[in-house]
């Protein structure tokens, strides 16, 4: 097959359905741009787990005169209390857990609640004897941080015993449903993408269906006959899969390391690497579902 009659049939194929290519290129980049998002959700998850975990903490709280009677009815854990947390995180039992922990008292307690809640108007009503003195324990292994938990609960004097991994794991779960969520748009749009490309190709074949056989009586192979249908299809959603891949650079750029980034500059975010690794499967993605869509539109409905 000569390139410059492959050429310009395909050219022929593509000026003939300007409208219907542009909403090939739109719909495969709307697809593709959601499943690279959902992609780097994937990888911020990973991310954000190695790196929040391993700095998360397991809170010992200790009674107040206001914690529940049924967790607390001696009422403000003492002294004696404080002694025996603080001589069983120093035991042997304990210590090849415990990498380092420290003891946050009302007032400590109390400050830190007054940073971290100042535009709120409850930070106003709120008194240093009503927030838990706590010991806070950091984990060798944030895997076996259950080991903590199960040595202080129950303890006379604590009101509860709280693994952060808990919290994290409910964002976790967040994140962990918006890229779902994600992926769902996405199998719909690419699905709309494949019926669009089967009609524009089918439509392509019909308006050209003279030129298809003469092509046949003198002898043409079926792959002859199919490969420019198929390329068009390629060469319009290649097209859609660069811009996509473009979008995803960009939402890393622009919102995650120009925004996200700069305002919680203590988390660990996805970066232009990992936008990168994502381009060839993009790419690759939309190049293979064209062809597939195509070759299938060019059998199935001419029968050629």
Known sequence: MKFGFLMREIGQGLSRNVSMIVSIILVTFLS????????????????MKTYWYDKAQVAIY????????????????????KATVEAALKDAALT?????????????????????????????????????????????????????V??????????????????LDQIFSILNAASIAAVGIAAIMLASAVLLISTTIRLSAFSRRREIGI?????????????????EGVVAATIGSVLASGA???????????????????TSFVGVDDALLLMP??????????AIASGFAIRRYLKI
């Open 215 to 231: 092509m046949r009586l003198v002898g043409a192979s079926n792959f002859y006959i199919q490969l420019p249908f198929i390329l």
């Open 150 to 167: 199960e040595s202080f609960t129950g303890v006379a004097g604590v009101e509860e015993v709280r693994d952060q991994r808990s919290y």
């Open 248 to 266: 995803v650079v960009a939402i890393v750029v622009f919102f995650v390391q120009g925004y996200l980034a700069q305002r919680l500059p203590l």
């Open 62 to 81: 200790l009674c107040t005169d206001t914690s529940p009677a049924d967790a607390c009815p001696q009422g403000e854990a003492s002294s004696d209390v």
């Open 96 to 148: 090849p857990f415990v990498e380092r922990y420290y003891f946050e008292d009302h007032q400590a307690a109390y400050d830190k609640f007054q940073e971290q809640f100042a535009d709120n108007a409850v930070a106003k009503y709120v008194k240093k004897e009503q927030l838990n003195e706590t010991y806070w324990v950091k984990v060798k292994d944030p895997n076996k941080s259950a080991v903590i």
């Open 281 to 290: 499967l993009i790419i690759g993605s939309g190049v293979v579902l064209a």
């Open 32 to 47: 593709l741009t959601f499943v690279g998002t959902a992609g780097l959700l994937q990888a911020q998850i990973g991310q």
